[in-house]
Each structure stands twice: as C-alpha cells, then as structure tokens.
C-alpha cells in the first residue's frame, strides 16, 4: 500500500460510483522524459549492465544486460522470480534504472517515458490486458497506429496478411476470440506503430501448447522481416529453440547468456532450468 | 506540537467560536448551535462508523434521520381516540400482508430454481400481494384519516416517555439499513451507495403522503418534551428568584434554561456513543473491521465473513444516525417532513466527517460541530460580506439587491469549497486517523 | 372505436409524456454513463451541472427575448441552447483544471473523485441559486402545442384528445440528434474510438499514445453538452427550478446503472425504462379501463397502482430488481 491518502478507498468497492475496470496501474519510471543523447555502436537495443527496482523500492535488478540486434530474436529465460519480466520493463522504462543505460539505435533513451519511447520505435506487448477487450479486431489495430498520421492501411494489410484469421474476424470485439487469436491481436496491435523493435511479455502464457507452438511460427514470421523481437518466456526450451540469443536470468542477474544453441547444450543451463 | 495538545487546541477553537456568538449575537443562538452541533456530531459518528471503519458508502443519511423523526411522533404523542379500532388493526394487518408477500417473494427466488416457473410464480406473488394490500390498506388508511383531519387524522402514538423514543429511532433505523443492506450488500461488489439515495428518498415520501402515520406534510407540532416548558418556568416564583440573582430576566433565563436541559442530555449522549464507538473499535471486532477495511481478501482468506461484517456495521451506523434523527426531533418540537432535503441531511453529514477526519470518531465530532458552526454563521457573513462589496454600489442599484438577496446561498458555495479545500491540502481530515 | 379511444387516452397521458420524459432522463444518464466509463466515477454533481446548464440557457433565452430576437412558433430557448452548451463547458473545463486534474496526477482512487463531485455539487447548486435564485423560472415560449386536444378531436372525431406539447416534440427530435451525434462521435471518429479504448484499457491506450488528458477533456466538453442539452429539454418541458434537477440525480443514476454503467446504449435503455415504468405506475388508468372493459366490470376507483409521490420509489424498486437479477445492468460488459 502507497502512504499517499488519495490512494487509500477505506476498502469501498461499491460498484454503483466507482469503475475499477481498465483502470490505469501502470507506474513508469519517469512521466516526463528527459533528455536523449547520441553515444552511437553497440548492439540495436541494449539495456547495458541495469541496477533498478520500483520506485522507491529496493533493487531487483542487478548489474543485468539484455541486448537484441537486427534480424534476431533475443530470448529471456529464468526460474520464477528470476526478474525476467521486471528486466524487460526495465528496458521499456517503466523501472528506475539507477545505473546502466538504455540505447536504442546508438541513442541513449534511459530518460525516456515510456510512451516516448513507442514513438521512438518501442512496440511493447504486455503479458496481460494486452487488447482492447470491447473494441473490434480492426479498431484495436487502429489504436495501435493511432500515434501515426500518415495512412496506415498498409501497414494493417501486412498485419492481416501475417495473422489471417484476424482479417477473417475484424468486425468481432477482441474480447469475443480465443486466446491465441487475443494474442495475435495484440502482437498485431504493436505492430501498427511500425516499430524498429518489438518487446513480447511472455507471449504464449496461458494457452495450450498447439495454440503455443503456432504462435511461435508466427514469431519467427514476424522476424523474418527484418524486425528485432526480444521476449521473455515462461516456456524456455521452445524459446531457445528458436532464439538468436538467450539470456539466462537468476535473482535479477545474468547467469548465462550465448546463442539459443549453446544454452540448450550447455549442461549446467539444461540441468538447473531445463529439466535435464 | 504534539497531537493530543494539537486536537485539544482544535476543540477548545471550535468552543471559543461558540462562546464568541454568544457574546457577538446572543447566548440563545450560541446554545442553539451547540444544541444543533452535538446532534450533527452523533451523525457524523454513525457515518464515519460506516465510511471511515467500513468503507460503505451512505448516501441515504436523511433517510435514517427522517426515521428518527417518526419514531418521536410513534413513541411519545397520544394515540389519537378511535383510530386504531377504525383503521390502525387494519392498517397493520396490510403492513403485515405486504411484509408477507415480499418474504414469499424472497422464498420463491431463493427457493425455485431459474426459469420461467420461477418468474412467472414470482411476477404472480407480487402483483396478487400488492392487490390484497392496497384493498385492505386503501380503505383502513381513509378511515383513520377521516378522524378529525384538522388536528389529526393519523394513528397518533403510545403515548410513552419521549426520551424512549430516541433508542425507538435507532431501532427503526437500523430494521431499515437491515432490509437495505441485505440486499445492497454482497460479496465481490456491492451497490450500497444508490440504495440508499434511493431509500431516503422513498422514506420521505412515505413521510410526506402517508398522513395516517404521522400527518404527512400536515406535521406533527407540539410534541411532549424531556425539559421543562418555559411559561412554567417563568411561572415558578423560585426559578424566577434563582434567575435574578444571576441578573437574567426570567423570560431569557427560562429559554437558555430549556436549551441548556437539551444540551446536558445530548452532551450525555455524544459521550455515550461516542465511548462505546472507541470500545468497540479498541476490540477485537474493531481490530476485525479495520483488516477487513485495509486487506479484504486477506480477511477473507482468513475466514471472516465480510459481507456481514459490513451489515452489522452497517444497521450500526445507521441505528446512530436514527437516534439523532430522534433527539433533533425532539429538539424542534415537531416533525415536518418537508424540510428534509438531502444537502442538508445527507450531504452535509458528509463534509463533517471529512473535514474532521474520517476514521477518527473525534474528528467527525469535530468536524461536526466545526461544520455546524460554519452552517449556521455563512449567512450573516456572506450578507456582511455582501454589504461591504456593495457599499460603492449606488442605493437602487439591481446588481446590489440581487447581491444582497442572495447571500444566503454563500452556505452551499461555501460548504462546497471547505469540503474541496480539505481535501486538496489536508486529505486526511483536521484529526486523522492514527 | 372504444379501442381507439382508449389507446388516444393511453398515448396522450402515458405514452407521449414517458417517450419526452425517457429522452431527457436517457441524454442525463449518458453524461453519468460516460463520466463513469473514462473518468471511473459517478458524478453527483451531474443533477446540478444540467441545472447550471439550463441556467444559462434562461438567462440567453431572457436575453435573446429582450432584444427581440426568436424563433417564431418554436421556443427561443433552441436558439439560447449553443450559448448554454459553451457556458457549461466552460464551467466544467475549469472546474476540471482547478479540482479533478489535480486527483488525476495523484492517481486517486475512484471513491476519492465521489468525494471530490460531492463538493463539485455543493458549489455548483449554489453557484445557480446565487445567480438566478431558488425559485421556477419560466422561459418556455413559441407555440405551445404541436396538436391541441380540441384540435385532435375535431379532426378524428373521437371522444378522447391526444395534446402533444412543442417541447415534448422537440425533445424528442434534439435527443435524437444529440443521441445520433454521440454514437456517431464515438464509433466512427478518431478521437471517439480513443475515448472508448481509453475506458476499455488504460495502460493499453497510454502505451498506444492515446493523450488521457485530450480524452477527459472531450469527455468533459460531450458531457456539459449532453448535460446541457438534457437541463434545457427538460427545464422547457416541465419548469426550471434548480432544486429540481438535484432530485433528478437518483432517477438518472437509476437509468445508468438499469442499463449498465459505463454503456451508452444502456442509458437510453434504462433511460426509457424508467421513464415509462414511472409514468404508467403513477397513471391512473380508470379512463382507459373504462373504455376497454365492458360496462359491468368498469372499475369504481381511479386503478392507480401507486400515487404520484411516489414516482422515486419506482425508479428505485426496478433498480433493485434489476441488480438482484443482473448485477451489472441489462447491457452489461461493454464499456464506453
């Protein structure tokens, strides 16, 4: 609980004046950015050497570097806890970086709001409530474009064309499909903003393992054209399987990191989080 | 500064507002706002009970106050002669028909399973009920109110003692907050908050028409009193003595007598409740109620049962918003269902408990008898105000009379911009909670 | 012929004024429905916002009459309706800049916001009764009737009268525009389809770039101009008296939550719903009984199920059974 007395209800949860739907929990680390800055190299996106945690909280990040280069799939994996998705965050801003840096393209972004940061080139996929659940499969892909101006039908041909059975169901509120379909919504959904890399929160939670492995082709589909993707997945050895590059995570810190291939052969990685 | 000694000074401030109308204006108006204040403070406690420990949202205050009210006129007048064998058995057996086929009702739906069976045996209940009602009702009520309708045409009461009417309007209070809670109350979410808007509303129009049960908008005037009467004070030789020697002329010493009579009897009150809402909340249901408030589900998974929980402070709440509802009753000699009006006696309760603090039964009080205060002296400072801003006006001036005329509506701009000031920049009330 | 008769009877006492009645109280609880679904509270100052709007609306129209401008047969207060619309923009826009924004930027709990309305109300309630006083204030003028019940009779020939008031027809026309705009705003348009993905998914809107901000403010520009709209049918209709649209409060929040909180096309609904459960509850139907039943069986009293006082009870009563039955309304899920 937060000591801010605006925040305290007196656990009311009269549902006749109050909507707690959809309501914002969102903290990100800064509401107004500050200042970028070129430093140029280095990998496309790279959260370098990250010590940070929640507001005013303790760190839960430590020392952690996550990089992903164009045209690769950069994978997270850990046991539960291990901070996989609070480093992803980390990377999208919505945790205070109290040392390290974030840089996107050469461009040092760790000041930047997390919208900013989407308008920079940031498509980010939350684990959950990651579609419009009332609106239609066609609206929540405009709500993905919306900080666009230009014309952006084609960009949700390209979306429609990579996700088929959304074309079929675009007059259907998102709330309506299944849960592969929703997550395909949602991928589509950052895909609008033509982003230069997408970050996934554990893509595949939740849905049975047919829906999994098809929502990984997608994955790999999405890559192929050219777009940096770095995930976190609950699921590590299909995750490794088709990564680039993994990153092992344990208590907030790099454990092992190499190629997809060379975590899943390495016996150490397979023994502790692989199940042998 | 400390606390304590930062809360006695924010009392002995609010006293000395107090005695300050009393040596501005007069000692009457002083006493009055106490009177008024000590009232509003025992509302305010009933409410931040349920607001400040409970999280519930009563929007009905008026209501229970209102029921108070009637409870007064019920209690302590006398019944009026030949009403009850012409109607009032009458009148009751209705009441009780109407009673059964809303419980017959309660069965079906609990009892029966979905379906069309269930709803059309239920939409049957319902109507054949509200039929044999009104035909036993319509007829009963128009022969009670065919009894001397100039003085009385209502059922008239039990002639008992007034001050037993005080603890009758808890009770009817909270038999009222019973039947809404159970229903307004549930597990996940609940809709107390347009219940009771919706309740207070239909217990003053059942106040205002009913005119066999209190006489409707004919009021009820003259209603016995606790205290003495101040024509028989006056007519006392020794109270007259005991008067001039304190240099009061008897008719002034009489009417601060009366009121100070009230005053005593309500401080006792405030005291009273006010003692045993910190007994209770030092407890162990207290400390039960304020997990509850603070981490429902932990309370939940800990076995407590929520929902009633919320019901019983609930129906308390309210039972305490009755009883004052009762002894402003009894203050104003009579009941006068037109007066109530939500602003006043819904609204306003809650500025009190904000402003004083809510969770914090000292605050509320407090806030009450700070809120009151202000009440009552906006007018004559917003037609103050009002005559300084228009001084340069020239003496015809429209602008100026309309100024003037409508000072006495700074009350509610006024209220509005504590209650918004309070929170901006003391969220937490004058005495927070601890 | 009987059958007509009482069917004329029915539209002119019951039909007709629940039709104008729903379409007032459908435009009061979509301001609640919308203020509910973006901002994530109910509004209590919603009643006296209509009344503030309305108060404008007398003034332009009082205006407008003294320097000889009108509309001939249809009431000048259309005329006053833009100016009144402006004006209670103008008022909730600064109220939202110098109260609600600040418990926005605290991130307040929605209860917070209640509190904060209650104060928002107190101000405004005296705010109107500063300016224009407490009492009724006529400022309906034009035409009276669209069809006088003498007139109704001496064209059809029946026994019965069917009197259709100007104000009731043009309440009905401008709710159906307003109702028409809103949908229309909220479906089709850019900044509509933000406002209801807004309401649907908040962390979701801001990471798409959706400006909260910009969507409260619409929110609260489309709400004065409902609420407005609303106080000003509804003031031509019966009578202006600011006291009035306090009271009104309980049969709007009633419409919204019998709909579904948070759902426009509930409001409506619910809107009409009970409106029409008012009207025919409270109706005395021994006319039209006495022209359906056969001359034996015609009833004795005036068949009126509850007295006219009591019109709040039947909001309330159908609320009930509504969330006992249907806790989240008739419409329920779809936010905004």
């Known amino acids: 609980m937060s000591d801010s007395p605006y925040h305290d209800d007196h656990g009311n949860k009269d549902a006749t004046i109050t909507n707690k739907a959809g309501m914002g929990t969102m903290t990100p680390a800064h509401r107004k950015s500050g200042k970028t800055q070129y430093v140029g190299g280095g990998p496309f996106l790279i959260g370098d050497s990250m010590t940070g945690g929640y507001g005013k909280g303790p760190d839960i990040l430590h020392d952690c570097t996550i990089a992903v280069d164009k045209g690769e799939i950069a994978v997270i994996v850990g046991p539960n806890g291990a901070g996989k998705s609070t480093a992803m965050k980390a990377v999208f801003g919505m945790l205070d970086v109290r040392s390290g840096s974030v840089r996107l393209d050469g461009e040092d972004i760790t000041n930047l709001s997390p919208q900013d940061r989407v308008v920079k080139g940031m498509g980010f996929v939350p684990q959950t409530s990651n579609i419009f659940t009332s609106m239609t499969v066609e609206e929540n892909l405009e709500m993905g474009a919306f900080i666009r101006t230009d014309d952006f039908s084609d960009t949700m041909e390209q979306v429609y064309d990579l996700f088929p059975i959304l074309k079929e169901k675009r007059n259907q509120p998102a709330g309506e499909l299944s849960g592969g379909q929703r997550q395909q919504v949602a991928v589509g959904r950052a895909l609008m903003t033509k982003p230069k890399v997408l970050m996934l929160d554990e893509p595949t939670a939740g849905v049975s393992p047919i829906v999994m492995d098809e929502l990984f082709d997608r994955i790999i589909e999405v890559a192929r054209t050219g777009l940096p993707i770095l995930m976190v997945e609950q699921n590590a050895r299909q995750a490794l399987a088709i990564a680039d590059k993994g990153y092992v995570l344990v208590q907030g810190q790099n454990a092992y990191t190499g190629t997809g291939k060379e975590l899943l052969a390495d016996p150490e990685v397979r023994k502790s989080f692989l199940g042998g | ?434 | 012929m009987d059958f007509l008769n009482a069917f004329v009877a029915l539209s002119n006492f019951v039909l007709v004024p629940a039709i104008a009645y729903g379409s007032q109280l459908a435009l009061g609880a979509l301001g609640v429905t919308l203020i509910y679904g973006i901002l994530r509270f109910s509004n209590f100052a919603h009643g006296d916002t209509m009344a503030f709007g309305a108060m404008i609306a007398v003034l332009a129209t009082w205006w407008l009459q003294s320097i000889g401008v009108g509309l001939g047969p249809l009431p000048t207060a259309l005329l006053a309706l833009p100016i009144a619309i402006l004006g209670c923009m103008l008022l909730v826009l600064i109220t939202d800049r110098l109260v609600y924004r600040f418990y926005r930027e605290q991130k307040a709990k929605p209860v917070i916001l209640v509190i904060v309305s209650m104060g928002v109300m107190f101000i405004t309630n005296g705010l109107v009764r500063f300016v224009i006083g407490p009492d009724d204030q006529n400022f309906a003028d034009g035409e009276r009737f669209l069809i006088s019940a003498r007139d109704f009779k001496e064209m059809t020939g029946l026994e019965e009268g069917l009197a259709i008031k100007t104000t009731q027809g043009i309440t009905v026309v401008v709710a159906v525009i307003a109702v028409a705009l809103l949908f229309w705003f909220l479906n089709k348009t850019r900044t509509g389809k933000s406002m209801r993905a807004y309401s649907d998914n908040e962390d979701l809107a801001l990471l798409s770039g959706i400006n909260p901000e910009r969507v409260v403010m619409y929110t609260w520009l489309i709400v004065a101009a409902l609420a407005t709209t609303a106080g000003v049918l509804y003031g031509l209709d019966k009578s202006f008296k600011p006291f009035v649209y306090f009271q009104l409060l309980l049969p709007i929040f009633a419409s919204a939550i019998v709909g579904g909180l948070g759902n426009p096309l509930g409001a409506i609904a619910g809107g009409f719903i009970i409106a029409f459960s008012e009207v025919t509850i409270t109706y005395a139907w021994k006319k039209v009984l006495t022209y359906l039943a056969p001359e034996t069986l015609e009833p004795s009293g005036l068949v009126q199920l509850l007295s006219t006082d009591y019109k709040f009870a039947v909001s309330f009563v159908i609320l009930l059974i509504v969330l006992l039955f249907k806790p989240t309304g008739l419409f329920k899920g779809k936010a905004v």
């Open chain 2, 1 to 434: 500064m400390s606390e304590p000694v930062k809360n006695t000074l924010l009392f002995v401030l609010v006293g000395g507002l107090i005695l300050l109308t009393g040596f501005m204006q007069s000692w009457n108006s002083a006493v009055l706002i106490l009177n008024m204040g000590l009232i509003s403070a025992i509302m305010a406690i009933g409410v931040n009970l349920q607001w400040g420990f409970a999280g519930l949202f009563n929007v009905g205050v008026m209501g229970f106050v209102a029921l108070g009210g009637l409870a007064v006129v019920l209690i302590s007048t006398t019944p009026t002669p030949g009403a009850w064998s012409a109607g009032g058995f009458g009148i009751v057996l209705a009441l009780l028909l109407g009673a059964a086929t809303v419980t017959a009702a309660v069965m079906i739906a609990q009892k029966m399973s979905k379906g069309r069976a269930r709803t059309i045996s239920l939409i049957a209940v319902l109507v054949l009920g509200f039929f044999v009602f009104r035909a036993v009702m319509d007829p009963n009520v128009a022969a009670v109110e065919a009894i001397n309708p100039a003085a009385a045409g209502n059922i008239g009461g039990l002639s008992l003692p007034v001050l037993l009417a005080w603890p009758a309007g808890g009770l009817l209070a909270a038999g009222a907050a019973w039947l809404i809670g159970k229903t307004a109350l549930g597990l996940r979410s609940d809709y107390l908050a347009i219940a009771t808007l919706g309740i207070a509303e239909i217990i003053i129009a059942v106040l205002k028409n009913e005119d066999w049960l209190a006489r409707g908008v004919k009021n009820v005037i003259g209603l016995p009193r606790p205290v003495p009467y101040e024509i028989d004070l006056q007519n006392d030789p020794g109270f007259v003595e005991s008067a001039a020697s304190l240099g009061l002329d008897p008719v002034t010493a009489s009417t601060l007598y009366v009121k100070l009579g009230y005053s005593v009897l309500f401080l006792v009150v405030l005291l009273v409740l006010l003692w045993m809402a910190q007994m209770a909340l030092k407890s162990p249901w207290g400390r039960m109620m304020r997990a509850i408030r603070d981490n429902e589900v932990a309370a939940e998974a800990m076995g407590k049962d929520v929902t009633r929980r919320h019901l019983q402070i609930f129906v308390l709440g309210s039972a305490i918003c009755g009883i004052a509802g009762a002894m402003m009753t009894t203050l104003d000699g009579q009941l006068t269902p037109g007066t109530y009006q939500p602003l006043r006696f819904t609204f306003l309760i809650w500025v009190m408990v904000i402003v004083g603090g809510s969770g914090n039964n000292f605050g509320a009080v407090l806030g009450a008898m700070l809120i009151w205060f202000l009440w009552v002296q906006v007018e004559p400072i917003g037609l103050w105000l009002m005559q300084v801003i228009t001084a340069g006006m020239p003496d015809g001036s429209a602008l100026r009379a309309h100024l003037i005329d409508s000072a006495a509506h700074m009350r509610l701009l006024t209220m509005g911009v504590v209650l918004l000031l309070v929170l901006r920049f003391s969220p937490r009330g004058l005495i927070p909670e601890r």
